[in-house]
């Protein structure tokens, strides 16, 4: 069982950071092949936008964040983390976290089930 809270989303003006985190609140995100970071902009589809492997070792970026988002995690935190920079306007949108089978592709990034999301956290970029 894994129960997966995310944190630190907000309003941020563009050219902005934000720092989201994806802790896990019941078991450990050492246990999954991989935790990816997806996010839902209003009237629009999910989609992938980083992932990083269980050990660390193999990070993946959506195309439109590549260069401005960075992945990372501590096990020991047992914690995901997701640097955003230079954020804009399109960037908008409810951030969630989830445990995935690899991180091999960003689209499609298939994840364990419903039970192994968060429930997410809201970005908004607007000045």
């Known amino acids: 069982q894994l129960q997966l809270v995310e944190s630190g989303g907000g309003l941020v003006q563009p050219g902005g950071s934000l720092k989201l985190s994806c802790a896990a609140m019941?078991?450990?995100?050492?246990?999954?092949?991989?935790i990816g970071w997806f996010r839902q902009a209003p009237g629009k589809e999910r989609e992938g936008v980083s992932c990083i492997s269980q050990s660390g070792g193999r990070t993946n970026y959506a195309d439109s964040v590549k260069g401005r988002f960075t992945i990372s995690r501590d096990n020991a935190k047992n914690t995901v983390y997701l640097q955003m920079n230079s954020l804009n306007p399109e960037d908008t949108a409810v951030y969630l976290c989830a445990a995935v089978y690899s991180c091999d592709t960003i689209a499609p990034m298939h994840d364990y089930g419903n039970d192994y999301w968060g429930k997410g956290t809201l970005v908004t970029v607007s000045s």
């Open positions: 019941i078991g450990f995100i050492s246990d999954y092949k991989g």
